[in-house]
């Protein structure tokens, strides 16, 4: 179990400073491994084509002249968007490997304690801080718990249901022979009309769009008013709480 509760804050400091000799002055503590650094860079340039991408794909491309033989503009949006997703799918694995082999924090997007009483307590606390009905935020080595269950839910959940669904809808057009299909080929019996599938997994691309629209305002906003590296953190891996 992740104990990123703020009493754990000051003990976990004084222990990563005596592990690899930082300052317990700065108050810095190690929070995020190369690889989920790596990851997170390659996962949010992946996210950002596949948006692109998608949204032409679900709405069209504008109209290009001349003959429709000459031009491939939608092929390189397609190949682009199918690239995007096989970077996608091999990263979440790496990570989901990485949850088990990594330190603690490398768990917090794949866990959820939501039988703690307490932890839905610290997140309605959160809830009003982001609300600015209180003044006095709690600091965490990791996630707090309302990021925590968001980032569960609006981006774990929500990114397996998009590799999973564009699986299926890649290898309803590679063929029923197709490792695609063979694995995926499943989520036309839940939904047997491509279309449907078509339209869960675009709406699945506006879930994602909106948290990553709020997850760049909340860690610009923390960073700034609750006194605690955020952005920094995920190129250095460090994170200093600021007096």
Same mark, same amino acid.
């Given at each position: 179990?992740?104990?990123?509760?703020?009493?754990?804050?000051?003990?976990?400091?004084?222990?990563?400073?005596?592990?690899?000799?930082?300052?317990?002055?700065?108050?810095?503590?190690?929070?995020?491994?190369?690889?989920?650094?790596?990851?997170?860079?390659?996962?949010? @340039?992946?996210?950002? =084509?596949? #948006?692109?991408?998608? /949204?032409?794909? !679900?709405?069209?491309?504008?109209?290009?002249?001349?003959?429709?033989?000459?031009?491939?503009?939608?092929?390189?949006?397609?190949?682009?968007?199918?690239?995007?997703?096989?970077?996608?799918?091999?990263?979440?694995?790496?990570?989901?490997?990485?949850?088990?082999?990594?330190?603690?924090?490398?768990?917090?997007?794949?866990?959820?304690?939501?039988?703690?009483?307490?932890?839905?307590?610290?997140?309605?606390?959160?809830?009003?801080?982001?609300?600015?009905?209180?003044?006095?935020?709690?600091?965490?080595?990791?996630?707090?718990?309302?990021?925590?269950?968001?980032?569960?839910?609006?981006?774990?959940?929500?990114? @397996?249901?998009?590799? =999973?669904? #564009?699986?299926?809808? /890649?290898?309803? !057009?590679?063929?029923?022979?197709?490792?695609?299909?063979?694995?995926?080929?499943?989520?036309?019996?839940?939904?047997?009309?491509?279309?449907?599938?078509?339209?869960?997994?675009?709406?699945?691309?506006?879930?994602?769009?909106?948290?990553?629209?709020?997850?760049?305002?909340?860690?610009?906003?923390?960073?700034?008013?609750?006194?605690?590296?955020?952005?920094?953190?995920?190129?250095?891996?460090?994170?200093?709480?600021?007096?």
């Amino acid at each position: 179990m992740i104990d990123s509760t703020p009493h754990a804050v000051a003990a976990e400091i004084a222990v990563d400073a005596a592990r690899t000799d930082r300052s317990v002055e700065r108050n810095v503590v190690y929070v995020y491994e190369a690889p989920v650094r790596l990851w997170h860079w390659i996962n949010a @340039l992946a996210i950002l =084509v596949l #948006g692109l991408t998608g /949204y032409f794909i !679900g709405s069209a491309t504008p109209t290009v002249s001349g003959e429709a033989s000459d031009n491939f503009l939608f092929g390189y949006i397609r190949f682009a968007h199918f690239a995007a997703g096989y970077v996608l799918a091999v990263s979440f694995l790496l990570r989901v490997y990485w949850a088990f082999m990594g330190n603690p924090h490398a768990k917090q997007i794949f866990f959820v304690p939501v039988w703690r009483r307490s932890w839905w307590g610290e997140v309605l606390h959160e809830i009003r801080w982001y609300a600015f009905l209180i003044d006095q935020p709690k600091k965490y080595v990791g996630h707090n718990p309302l990021a925590q269950l968001t980032m569960f839910f609006m981006y774990t959940v929500t990114v @397996l249901f998009m590799i =999973v669904t #564009g699986f299926a809808l /890649y290898g309803e !057009g590679a063929g029923h022979d197709s490792w695609q299909y063979k694995l995926f080929g499943w989520v036309f019996s839940i939904w047997p009309n491509s279309q449907d599938v078509h339209t869960w997994h675009h709406l699945g691309l506006w879930i994602i769009v909106t948290f990553a629209i709020v997850h760049i305002y909340v860690a610009i906003r923390e960073d700034i008013m609750s006194r605690q590296s955020i952005i920094s953190s995920m190129i250095s891996g460090e994170r200093e709480f600021r007096d």
